[in-house]
């Protein structure tokens, strides 16, 4: 059975720490990742990883994707208390129209 | 560009009656998918189509949730009879699927329903 899965489930920091948000997966037909960011509304699309060890980086936050360990890690420095939200990763298989299995999501929340 | 448009936004409903849900992918798009998020289950796929014809249904939970896609910008998901456990938010999402190796998934702004 297709899963991912995420690590912390939840948690809280305070204003400038770094944070690191982990995702594993075990899809079969594993095409890439995908970490989405959702505060109230709709899951909002942060980015997509499918080659292994190269970084993706988006203002405070960095991603990188290890196909050899089936993992990725979703990174914020500096963190505000915007950046609070449930943090959740996909995989996203080939040959099924797009399909996402996504996992549980990281409920980060950040303190003043 | 419109996006993905869900409606309603919020549905209250008794037990028992029956809910339809409605969405409107991206122009252009040609894969739909249905999702339904719940704080103890997180984001599940209920079921997605391709081309307007459903792939994978095996995520919809029972024969109470039916989904159907009769044209490309139209697509609804129903329960009958719904139930206190069916509350959720449901989201609709869409892509364009290609042989390449990735494509962003756009989702809509859900479906807030609760059976009470």
């Known amino acids: 059975e297709d899963k991912v899965v995420q690590s912390p489930l939840s948690l809280v920091v305070h204003e400038g720490d770094t944070v690191t948000l982990n995702c594993s997966y075990e899809v079969t037909n594993f095409r890439s990742l995908l970490w989405y960011k959702q505060e109230k509304k709709a899951p909002t699309f942060l980015f997509m990883l499918t080659s292994s060890g190269i970084e993706k980086k988006s203002g405070r936050l960095s991603s990188i994707l290890d196909k050899k360990e089936l993992s990725s890690i979703l990174n914020i420095t500096a963190t505000q208390t915007g950046d609070s939200a449930i943090y959740l990763c996909?995989?996203?298989?080939?040959?099924?129209?797009?399909?996402?299995?996504f996992g549980q999501g990281t409920e980060l929340s950040v303190k003043p | 560009d419109a996006g993905v448009i869900q409606s309603p936004r919020h549905e209250v409903t008794e037990m028992g009656q029956e809910v339809t849900l409605r969405c409107k992918p991206i122009s252009g798009h040609n894969s739909l998918f249905w999702y339904r998020q719940t704080m103890m289950r997180g984001l599940e796929l209920l079921i997605y189509?391709?081309?307007?014809?459903?792939?994978?249904d095996s995520g919809m939970p029972e024969d109470r949730f039916s989904a159907k896609m009769p044209n490309a910008s139209f697509s609804t998901l129903k329960i009958q009879p719904s139930e206190p456990r069916d509350s959720a938010v449901y989201f609709c999402a869409s892509s364009l699927a290609t042989g390449g190796r990735g494509n962003t998934i756009y989702f809509g702004e859900g479906s807030w329903l609760t059976v009470v």
């Open positions: 996909a995989a996203h298989l080939y040959n099924q129209g797009g399909k996402l299995i």
């Open positions: 189509f391709n081309n307007n014809v459903p792939i994978d």
